[in-house]
């Protein structure tokens, strides 16, 4: 297991652990974060070409809100593009997954289109299965084991889910390799369907249409080169963006920050920092055709 620390200044800093192992299931990620302090959480939910599940470790006190006021507290599921969502808490400890979507369905029990920018409870996804594997991280000391324990039940959920059209997966999986950067007509022509039966088939079984998701994977990509120090202009041109414009208005749509601001987020600084190394949690999605 690697460990290691990120200390912004004056904000939350975090404890993350990685698993030394990979995930059981394809396209599962998981990583473990606890907050330091001096200052309490106020993080925003950064969009993600991943369905996101946190689930809270003790006496964790998490609270979710959204721009419109509404709030929950305690462990969620985040959508792909979850909308103006802040995380907040004090002595926040958590496992967080990361599932591509070709098997968050399996997983959840729910298909990723009814998550689309809404961040669900997990007690109202999974019950006492829910209940039930908080209580069993709580008792576990070690990230380790606690990444064992998680990572074994996403593995029963998976093996007795729904799985996705091959061609869904083939398509999600040129996405991902291509950086954002491929044509809804040329995904169609390679899996065979009709555009719009690709689109359809597509935006119920991964919860975005292929041209949104394929938006998607090109911000993600931005968002890691603006943290890393890359400045704006440089980002535009190398994701495949028509000009800078172009980029903020990216930015700005999937999270309502300016790139500048979003180079600075602490969140998305630790995210980075957690994942290195990940990104195949998006793609590898030969596994499940």
């Known amino acids: 297991m690697r460990t290691t620390a990120n200390n912004p200044g004056n904000v939350a800093s975090w404890e993350i652990a990685v698993p030394s192992l990979p995930s059981r299931t394809a396209g599962v990620s998981l990583a473990g974060f606890r907050d330091r302090g001096p200052a309490p959480v106020d993080l925003p939910v950064i969009p993600h070409p991943a369905v996101t599940l946190l689930v809270e470790v003790g006496d964790s006190s998490l609270v979710v809100g959204s721009a419109t006021g509404r709030q929950q507290c305690g462990s969620f599921v985040a959508g792909l593009t ?27 029990g729910v298909c990723p289109a009814e998550l689309d920018r809404t961040v669900l ?3 109202d996804l999974w019950g006492r299965d829910a209940a039930r594997l908080r209580e069993q991280l709580g008792a576990t000391p070690s990230w380790e084991d606690r990444f064992l324990v998680t990572d074994a039940l996403l593995a029963r959920r998976r093996v007795a889910g729904p799985r996705v059209d091959p061609e ?4 999600w999986d040129r996405i991902v390799v291509s950086r954002g950067e491929v044509r809804v007509e040329d995904l169609a022509a390679e899996v065979g369907w009709s555009r719009k039966r690709l689109w359809s088939r597509f935006r119920s079984q991964i919860g975005l249409p292929p041209k949104r998701a394929a938006t998607l994977v090109r911000f993600r990509r931005a968002a890691h080169l603006l943290t890393v120090g890359d400045n704006a202009a440089r980002v535009a041109t190398e994701c495949g963006y028509a000009d800078q414009s172009h980029l903020h208005r ?15 987020d602490v969140g998305l600084a630790a995210d980075d920092m957690a994942w290195a190394g990940h990104g195949a949690v998006e793609a590898n999605a030969s596994a499940f055709g």
């Not at 869904?168 to 398509?171: I, Q, S, W």
């Not at 990216?250 to 600075?264: I, K, N, Q, S």
Request: proline share 6%; hydrophobic share 55%; with cysteine.
């Open 121 to 123: 409870a997990l007690d």
């Open 168 to 171: 869904v997966v083939r398509a």
């Open 82 to 108: 979850p909308r103006a969502v802040r995380m907040r808490g004090e002595n926040v400890t958590c496992v967080e997954v990361r599932l591509s979507p070709v098997v968050a369905y399996a997983v959840l």
């Open 250 to 264: 990216d930015v700005v749509a999937f999270t309502g920050m300016t790139p500048a601001a979003l180079a600075g």
